[in-house]
């Protein structure tokens, strides 16, 4: 089993940043991928990027890309999102997720998610 616990989310201006982490326990990752996703208000739940953990690898969709970026810190078991140039469609409630690195896109554990909020 993996837990999951996203922290970080909260309030901002459009064109601002906010740094979003995600504290993983329960076994290592080196063979997991992680993923972030965004679920606006009566909206399905979307793919904001993933990063394959032992090869640091990073996938985005051309929605984000070049604005948003994940990272993860070995020592701390611990993923990031690093989300630049905020528009206001971002706004959602962020989850990350692991799953095996060789089925990216399939995840078989999720956090409880983080509010994220971009004002205009």
């Known amino acids: 089993q993996v837990q999951l616990v996203e922290s970080g989310g909260g309030l901002v201006q459009a064109g601002g940043s906010l740094r979003l982490s995600c504290a993983a326990s329960?076994?290592?990752?080196?063979?997991?991928?992680m993923g972030w996703f965004r679920q606006a208000p009566g909206k399905d739940r979307k793919f904001v990027g993933a990063?394959?953990?032992?090869?640091?690898?990073?996938y985005y969709p051309d929605s984000v890309k070049g604005r948003f970026s994940i990272s993860r810190d070995n020592a701390k078991n611990t993923v990031y999102l690093q989300m630049n140039s905020l528009k206001t469609e971002d706004t959602g409630v962020y989850y990350c997720?692991?799953?095996?690195?060789?089925?990216?896109?399939?995840?078989?554990?999720w956090g409880q998610g983080t509010q994220v909020t971009v004002s205009s």
């Open positions: 997720a692991a799953g095996p690195s060789d089925t990216l896109g399939i995840y078989e554990y």
């Open positions: 329960g076994r290592t990752l080196s063979s997991y991928a």
């Open positions: 990063i394959k953990w032992s090869a640091g690898v990073t």
